[in-house]
């Protein structure tokens, strides 16, 4: 695709209808690049927009002392270009972006590999698996250690129930504030904001697992689009933990969704033990790419690095 105009809109001058499109009818358009998450989650954005919306690529911002920087909001995986756009003009999007805020982070889709040609990236796993085959099919991918964790946790006679998106919210909030200090509690409403607007379109759906007198093991926020459902806030109590509850859940949640056009998407993760935890369940990595970049004038550079 040939670039004919790039011009970078404040949200409010983005029209939506034309950016959702956009996210939607191109295979690299994920839910996080929707307008609602990127107006409910971030602090503030702008939105690179490609000719008449046939690419886009939102940037999310903060401002201190007077300086724009990037950062990705909580609970924001990936964004980068979504739509596709030649290799030879990468470059002219990748200065577009630096003129318009000198320092920050962008996660760059799983589409968008060719920026590593451009500039320096560290690479980030995520985690899939195609939903599109039967159940027993998903399942001959566990490996011997998952399927006798998820025969361990069956034993305790567990229940996989609904919840709602808040409980579980509450439960990520208790368990991970301090793993996740960058997520703060403004963060956590927004979340809650846009889980209660997603599930009135029947896009958000929050399990959890109980055992026979009730008690919470843990529980997961999973939302969908046309594409993908999204395990976006895991949360498992230390006695979930010790019945291998967290197996028993997405065992369940594989199940229910087998056999649709969608995947299934981990969200991650090179965190030690939440990598190996996923693959166990015959997940394959998809990886994407954050840039970190420091264009800072003189001392503020070398503070800021």
Not at 12 to 39: A, M, P, Q, R
Not at 242 to 257: Q, S, T, V
Not at 283 to 296: D, E, G, M
Request: glycine share 6%.
């Amino acid at each position: 695709m040939m670039i004919r105009s790039l011009t970078i809109l404040p949200s409010l001058s983005v029209n939506t209808k034309k950016w959702d499109h956009c996210i939607d009818k191109n295979e690299n358009g994920l839910i996080y690049s929707s307008t609602v998450f990127l107006n409910t989650l971030a602090e503030n954005w702008h939105g690179l927009v490609i000719n008449d919306y046939e690419a886009v690529m939102p940037l999310p911002w903060k401002k201190k002392a007077g300086i724009y920087y990037y950062y990705m909001p909580p609970f924001i995986q990936q964004l980068g270009i979504t739509g596709m756009i030649e290799a030879d003009n990468l470059q002219q999007v990748i200065t577009a972006v630096l003129a318009f805020a000198k320092y920050g982070d962008h996660h760059f889709n799983f589409s968008n590999r060719m920026v590593t040609d451009i500039v320096k990236v560290t690479q980030r796993t995520n985690l899939l698996i195609d939903l599109s085959q039967s159940y027993d099919q998903i399942r001959a991918g566990y490996t011997h250690d998952a399927v006798a964790n998820i025969r361990k946790a069956a034993g305790t006679e567990p229940t996989c129930i609904e919840l709602p998106p808040e409980q579980a919210i509450a439960l990520y909030r208790s368990l991970y504030r301090k793993k996740i200090p960058s997520a703060k509690d403004i963060d956590h409403s927004r979340f809650s904001k846009l889980c209660t607007h997603l599930q009135a379109n029947n896009q958000c759906i929050a399990r959890a697992v109980v055992d026979t007198e009730g008690t919470l093991l843990c529980s997961g926020i999973f939302l969908t689009d046309e594409k993908r459902v999204y395990n976006v806030a895991n949360a498992v109590t230390q006695q979930g933990r010790r019945k291998e509850a967290n197996y028993f859940l997405f065992d369940r949640m594989l199940h229910e969704f087998s056999g649709r056009n969608l995947v299934f998407d981990f969200e991650g993760s090179d965190l030690p033990g939440v990598k190996p935890f996923y693959e166990k369940f015959g997940a394959i990595n998809q990886p994407y790419f954050h840039y970190h970049h420091n264009r800072l004038p003189g001392l503020l550079r070398f503070l800021k690095r």
